[in-house]
């Protein structure tokens, strides 16, 4: 019987990633962003010992060019695995994603990195739907095989390039009373708009944030002005106390969601390989209920005025109050 379940992280533990890596009879399709975990490594390559067939493929470096997978590829080679580099055809691949036996297939925000399995606010998608599961290998076979595929709204699951923005957009449109919206950057302005006239409109929209000092230099002035355009119009910024933010997650009048790796961010939508699921199952809907309304009860406003983004920014990024022009 197909069905789909969800893992959230750091309350759940990763057993489910392991149960299918170490069940796994013919087949897995890793495709990964940051691939570090020494118990994960350890598994897939039992997996391989066994006689599964395991095809990893790994973001080859970040857009700063720092490369975090290089020693986990030569672990895995040496084990006798089929690694690639993800398809150069996009900017980065930060899609997550793994099929086991060509049945089970995993729509995550985490990287398979120790911390995104025990520190971060994380997601994870588990689905058994053909067409689904389908899907998720069709990006794979393609990306593996250097041919495009970007496939379009009618797709089942939210693609980049592709549906991503289309699809994100349209669950923001239609929301009637309440959005909740975990994500690391709020950069893009389609995406913004939509926020605002969420807001303008009467849905309360709750948005949760990393502070402004995690964004990247480069990316300092789309990233703070995009939280002070929706703070400017009424919508609560917050930041996770105790917790890392790391899932991307939007949350729709408590009964549908979009979980999976994109960033709200013109990157994210345009020029990165980025994987995302649309779900209604009751069951998981009531689960994130839950999960949004106690991260939201366990966070603190951010402080975007001109004082609080000085305090926030000082001696951690240079020149940050001429880049934004603060007093």
Not at 262 to 273: E, K, Q, W, Y
Not at 277 to 301: A, C, T, Y
Request: with cysteine; aromatic share 4%.
């Amino acid at each position: 019987m197909s069905n789909r379940s969800i893992i959230i992280l750091p309350d759940d533990t990763p057993k489910l990633i392991f149960d299918a890596i170490n069940n796994a009879k013919i087949s897995l399709k890793i495709k990964m962003f940051i691939f570090s975990d020494p118990d994960l490594i350890n598994s897939v390559i039992e997996a391989k010992k066994r006689g599964v067939k395991v095809q990893v493929m790994l973001n080859p470096a970040r857009r700063d060019g720092e490369e975090e997978n290089n020693l986990t590829r030569k672990t895995l080679e040496n084990a006798g695995i089929e690694v690639k580099d993800s398809n150069p055809d996009f900017g980065i691949t930060h899609e997550k994603s793994m099929v086991a036996d060509e049945q089970t297939a995993f729509i995550k925000s985490l990287n398979w990195a120790t911390k995104n399995l025990n520190l971060t606010r994380d997601y994870a998608i588990i689905t058994s739907h053909k067409h689904e599961v389908e899907e998720v290998l069709a990006g794979f076979d393609n990306d593996w095989n250097r041919q495009k595929y970007e496939p379009d709204d009618n797709a089942h699951l939210i693609w980049c390039r592709g549906n991503g923005r289309e699809r994100i957009a349209r669950l923001i449109d239609g929301a009637n009373h309440s959005l909740f919206v975990q994500n690391e950057r709020y950069q893009d302005s389609v995406i913004i708009e939509r926020l605002v006239r969420a807001a303008v409109r009467g849905v309360k929209v709750h948005v949760m944030a990393l502070p402004p000092h995690s964004l990247k230099k480069d990316k300092l002035v789309e990233g703070v002005g995009g939280l002070r355009i929706m703070d400017d119009v009424g919508i609560k910024v917050h930041k996770i106390k105790h917790l890392k933010l790391h899932g991307k997650m939007l949350l729709a009048d408590g009964n549908r969601a979009i979980i999976g790796s994109i960033n709200l961010a013109p990157g994210s939508f345009d020029d990165r390989r980025e994987l995302a699921i649309e779900i209604h199952d009751d069951e998981i809907i009531e689960r994130l209920h839950k999960v949004v309304k106690h991260d939201w009860n366990n966070s603190v406003p951010l402080d975007l005025t001109d004082e609080g983004l000085l305090s926030d920014l000082q001696d951690r990024i240079e020149d940050a109050g001429d880049k934004l022009a603060l007093g």
